[in-house]
């Protein structure tokens, strides 16, 4: 046979005289097979360097072997008999000179390696850089993934000029895998070659586009900072490439990006997907209408198109909760006595007979219950129905219960205002000032070019009315939660700030609240004008300041909302703290040396706090296992000199009987007075909340830790642990956290009970859950005696019935399990006043705290609109989420469902939606909120061929 008759192509391909030879080779036995290709070798070691064409013609018997290798059956028994040669095939391959024989042994050597790459790495890919390079196709998707294996090994210890030779090899691979329906392992391969832009040139169909995408943003939560943003912008180029428009601003929204969001925006040119874009932002409370930057860049878009600007501002949001609450027949108000009685039995109901039930502290959790319960429908029969309810309230309650008509009447712009009006007129400052709270919580998630918010409350600020400063202030922090509006943040800071107002801070104005409403209004958004002015606050007053007063920790925690998700500008933020707290400063003369130090020690302790909230703050949300750890650290037990010493043992009965009735006192009047180590103790542990709020699995590896904090833990770490467990599990009742909570609600300490009563509410927030109703009430009846256990317990009950069963407070939204920053930034405040004296520092004196509640609230429902963005009817099925990343298959089942339900629906926690008739196309796969939908034209198509023929 000549050199010329054998070449790269006819190596392995079948003819009619090749038949007997494949039977010979299927038919003949391991040792058979061992005794041929060792008698071909020898043939090779005979021949000489110039017999090339009878080197080619044993060449060709060998890779015949390789090439029929079809069967897995076949593969195993080929590559040990060619292991056995392996040193004498590279031998072989230094000794022929003539180069197609060198090319055809470096193949076969190439695929012999492929039995122990993990022994000798580098190899497969070498002989197959020094062979024909065309093995891919030949050898099949075993060998193509311990080639992939290979390259990833090479490429991590190669120099930039060799790792050029290997990009070709790398895509070659990739689509490889593309074409063989394993994406998945193409993905795995660019991620660890760090060479995703080659997807672009790979990958062809929308199908394919949205399936890589899907498993690179889930990759993105299993890596470091600078690698997940990488992919994410990967996804996103993707996305933009395949003009997937609504997936991409997802993927925006995770990045955080404004000018992202704009740049969709401007590339999408459908104004049905814009106007499903601009649905997606309110939901999510982001909106550009107030925002100078990026306002003036889409006004051609918003001046011309009215239901865009609407679907921004949310104006409608209103009146489509309340038309599918018609349709569920939920209009009619409820008062909280009546689910009380419903759940109680006879006898606890004669012993609520008897009780007195109308003190101070009831009366205005009675308000809280009923605002919960009747949020966003308008109407209730206490407020509005009743006689005056209001006027039973005293003092700063009456302020408090006055402003939860905002609740009452949430995101109503159209008539709430009207109905808070007649509140406004009243002489009596407390009702002034909860009117003014109220229009503000009125126009939370509501965005307006005409800004009445801050028309009527901006000149309340600087009241001689402390109540009505505060209500101005509140109503103004929720009408603009999240929107970074300047005005309003000068408007509030100016009096704390400026040198003029001297007569206001002689009036007690309320700095930590003040400051809190500048971190509500910029949350999220890493504004350092905000956070430079704060730490210039905190280090001005530093010398009065204490860590124990939780009005300092609220002017902390201010500065920590400001930089909440901005993980890139960290340092920026550690080195402004330590240079303003580094700073030296100068010692008054007749100031001692103990005061000194102990100046020194506060602002110490001021500035570990600071760091530490800050980085918490900014790594929200993120899952990094690291953080964790490094909080799990702080959490250690602190060992003081009390307890090292060791208790003297009573040797009288006076001591024993002391002893007693030490023991029969409350034990929270036992507690010694909070530490600064204490208190950086507890912000960690609910800093190891906040880090795995997002991801699942994380949310349960961290609950055992919780557990064991809470067996071995002082009570404090005990409080702050459940108020953990609560942030992680927001709208989101599972048995084992309901139970763990319901134990610990029967403690005799009452920081635990009621942390653990009021982080059962959150837990069941707008769940209607009905074991959890009946634990309530039976918690109401054994505590009828603790006015404290009572008031949380009937908040508890307000927020389990939230909205009716209609609203939630869960941060996780989307499928992409996306955060509603608005809805984690306005509940924070509120789980920061728990974890010390949640009696004194919420319940007592600043209970208009949980009225911020309001700004995490929102529908969980799914409304279908047509084109003209009105309501439609359609069927769907409703059931539990299926994680379809990673899934064979083009379009898996992603639901565990099987009924039908027509449109609107109540999705609740980890439920997902999908349209159950062809007729219509939803412009976004993630059905959830408002989704809008047109008719499928090519279902139309379809119908009208089959009636053709």
Known sequence: MSSQSITSNDIGRKNPSNINIDKKLEESSFQDLKLEITVLIKL???SGNDDADDDLETLAKITRHIDTATGFDRIPDILKVLMLFETDLKRLYENKSNERVKQILADIISYTCTGRCAEIKGQIVKYYMLGSKNLITRYGMSYVRNLSKDLIELWKNSSSDDKKTFSNLIQECATYFMKQNSEIEACDLLLEVEQLTMLETIIHGVDLCEKVCQ??????????????????????????????????????????????????????????????????????????INDDEFSHRLRNFIENDQLLLDALSNHRLSQEFLLVAKQLDLLKPKVPHEIVHKNSSRRNRRKRVLLPTYSKQSVLATSFMNCFINAAFGTDKLVFGGPDWIGRHKDLCRMTATATIGILCLWDMQNGPLKVDRFLRIRDENIKAGA???FGLISTSIKSDHEPAYQLLKDYITNR???????????????YLGTNHGDVINSI???????????????????????????????????????????????????????????TRDLIHAIGLVAMFHREDLPTYIDLINKRFDKPRAERSNTSTVESTSTTSTRLSLKKYLLLCVEICAYTGSSNILKIQKLICNCSPIITDELKKKPEEPNDDESKKDKEKNDKKDKKDDLPPVTDDELIQLLSIIGIGLISISDQLNSEMVFHTFIRFL????????????????????????????DLLYKYCHFTDEIIAINAILALGFVCAGTNHARVSRMLTELDGANRDKVNRLFVIKVSQGLLYLGKGLLTLSPQMETLKLLRQS??????????????DPVNDLIQQHHYYLLFIAGSIRPKLLVTLNTEMNSIPLPVRVGQALDTIG?????????????????????????????????????SNNLEGFVIVEKNTDEDDHHEEKDIQ
């Not at 009315?465 to 109503?475: A, M, N, P, T």
């Open 887 to 923: 899934v064979a298959g083009w379009k898996p089942r992603a639901i565990t469902a099987f009924g039908l339900s027509t449109t609107p629906v109540v999705l609740n926690q980890n439920e997902r939606a999908e349209l159950a008739t062809e007729s219509y196309k939803p412009l």
């Open 823 to 836: 809805s984690l930034a306005s509940i924070m405040p509120i789980m920061f006043r728990l974890f010390v």
């Open 493 to 551: 800071l100016e009096p704390i700030m400026g040198r003029s107002c001297e007569r206001i801070r002689q009036r007690q104005h309320p700095l930590e609240l003040s400051a809190l409403a500048c971190g509500l209004i910029a949350h999220s958004t890493g504004n350092m004008t905000i956070i430079n002015r704060l730490v210039k606050i905190l280090d001005r007053n530093s010398d009065n300041m204490k860590l124990s007063d939780s009005n």
């Open 711 to 738: 067996k071995l833990g002082s009570v404090r770490i005990k409080a702050s642990v459940i108020i953990a467990i609560a942030l992680t599990h927001l709208s989101d009742p599972k048995m084992h956290v309901i």
């Open 215 to 288: 498993y690179l943003i889930a990759s993105s939560l299993y890596v470091d900072e600078t690698e997940s943003q990488n992919i994410l912008y990967a996804a996103l180029s993707l996305y933009l490439d395949h003009k997937l428009y609504i997936d991409a601003l997802f993927v925006a929204i995770q990045l955080q990006s404004k000018a992202i969001v704009v740049k969709i925006f401007l590339l999408c040119s459908d104004s049905l997907i814009r106007r499903q874009m601009a649905l997606i932002l309110a939901r999510h409370n982001i909106s550009f």
């Open 44 to 46: 090779l070691s005979a």
């Open 436 to 438: 003014l709270m109220a």
């Open 465 to 479: 009315s402390q109540s009505i400063r505060i209500g101005s202030i509140v109503g103004l922090a929720m009408a």
